[in-house]
């Protein structure tokens, strides 16, 4: 029998998360009031712009960039495929990346192969951290693009960038960094971080689909991708959605202002599902650092078991949560961050991705507990 709508238990908000209503309600009002092209020169035209351009300066205030860095995108793939592309010259050279990347990363960085462009891959240590021993020292000389997910999807695991900003500092190597998880649940200031660009989408933070950003900092040189317009000051063209902007910059300053009482309150919840699946489910493996890692992720795996089933499982049982990255889903491939980190075979293909937002409330926790552990219990018997 399926469990009613109602009774369900998010636990997927690695790869989406709900608008807020009042993001909703804003993005409906902005498509109902200033629907004109913000390109337009008539005044229902400006008034679009103003809407579009508010927001920009929100999002730019926001993150600690200035407002002419911002350029808007569809979201958090588009911005990858935009940097990691429009930073490379054409020539034949090589991309340094951590092992392990999303596959918009991945995917992106393999159709380049073609035109000579090798990956250099930083290994990871056990807890999913990259293993910095040595960046200083290797070869730069052929590296045209460094790139690095902040605070990765599958294990919730923060870099430590640093050392990775130095060495691209000292070789003057572009760095872009993958903030789509990290942004809206960890303080982030771009002109601090020492990157170059980096990506975000809305949907990640509680605001609309189909919106995002990718921030450059000024004065580096990005060779459009979309062939168009000249929209974004020619870096992406087609018509900006003002609409979702403004959904966008809302939704942000919400996440940014409520940040710690959120951060608190999810890392509370995570803690309490992983104590709980802990006590009921033994034995069980938390993958990734524990101290250093996004407060609202539980990578967890139930060895014995088969991932896939299990998930399958869960979902009957009311339970919506992944085995990872939702642009992998159909893949029957383990996670390569797993793989990376050196996990043993039954560590990595039992493994499910738990994934809280501060809408998820204790008593959600405590029932996903009870239902997660019958299922693993039963079919552990």
């Known amino acids: 029998m399926a469990i009613p709508a109602s009774q369900r238990i998010f636990l997927d908000n690695n790869s989406t998360t709900?608008?807020?209503?009042?993001?909703?309600?804003?993005?409906?009002?902005?498509?109902?009031?200033?629907?004109?092209?913000?390109?337009?020169?008539?005044?229902?035209?400006?008034?679009?712009?103003?809407?579009?351009?508010?927001?920009?300066?929100?999002?730019?205030?926001?993150?600690?960039?200035?407002?002419?860095?911002?350029?808007?995108?569809?979201?958090?793939?588009?911005?990858?495929?935009?940097?990691?592309?429009?930073?490379?010259?054409?020539?034949?050279?090589?991309?340094?990346?951590?092992?392990?990347?999303?596959?918009a990363t991945l995917n992106t960085i393999r159709r380049l192969a073609p035109r000579g462009m090798k990956q250099i891959q930083l290994p990871l240590d056990a807890g999913g951290r990259i293993q910095t021993e040595g960046l200083l020292e290797q070869n730069w000389e052929h590296v045209q693009l460094a790139t690095a997910i902040l605070a990765h999807n599958e294990t919730g695991v923060i870099q430590d960038i640093a050392p990775l900003v130095e060495a691209c500092q000292k070789h003057h190597i572009p760095l872009h960094l993958d903030c789509v998880q990290a942004i809206g649940k960890i303080p982030f200031h771009f002109h601090d971080s020492g990157a170059t660009a980096v990506s975000l989408a809305a949907h990640k933070f509680h605001g609309p689909r189909g919106v995002g950003a990718l921030i450059v900092k000024e004065g580096a040189r990005l060779l459009p991708q979309i062939a168009g317009g000249h929209q974004e000051r020619g870096k992406r063209a087609g018509t900006e959605p003002v609409a979702l902007a403004a959904g966008m910059a809302q939704a942000l300053a919400t996440?940014?202002?409520?940040?710690?009482?959120?951060?608190?309150?999810?890392?509370a919840l995570r803690d309490r599902l992983q104590k709980g699946l802990q006590e009921l489910c033994s034995p069980t493996v938390i993958n990734g650092n524990r101290q250093h890692r996004l407060p609202n992720t539980l990578n967890i795996s139930f060895p014995g078991l088969d991932g896939e089933a299990l998930l399958i499982s869960l979902d009957l049982a009311g339970i919506s949560c992944s085995l990872g990255s939702a642009c992998a889903s159909g893949s029957r491939d383990p996670a390569p961050v797993l793989l990376a980190m050196g996990c043993e075979e039954r560590v990595y293909r039992s493994a499910v991705r738990l994934s809280l937002s501060f809408l998820n409330t204790k008593e959600e926790i405590d029932a996903a507990i009870l239902r997660i552990s019958k299922v693993v219990n039963q079919q552990r018997s």
Do not use: K, M, W
Not at 34 to 50: E, I, K, L
């Open 255 to 267: 996440a940014v202002r409520e940040q710690e009482q959120r951060s608190s309150q999810t890392a």
């Open 18 to 103: 709900r608008p807020l209503d009042d993001v909703v309600d804003l993005v409906a009002e902005q498509y109902r009031t200033h629907y004109a092209n913000p390109g337009s020169a008539h005044a229902d035209g400006r008034q679009a712009r103003r809407v579009l351009e508010d927001a920009r300066e929100q999002l730019a205030s926001l993150l600690g960039a200035h407002p002419q860095e911002v350029i808007f995108t569809s979201g958090g793939t588009e911005s990858i495929n935009l940097a990691i592309q429009g930073f490379l010259s054409g020539s034949p050279g090589e991309i340094v990346l951590p092992a392990g990347e999303h596959p």
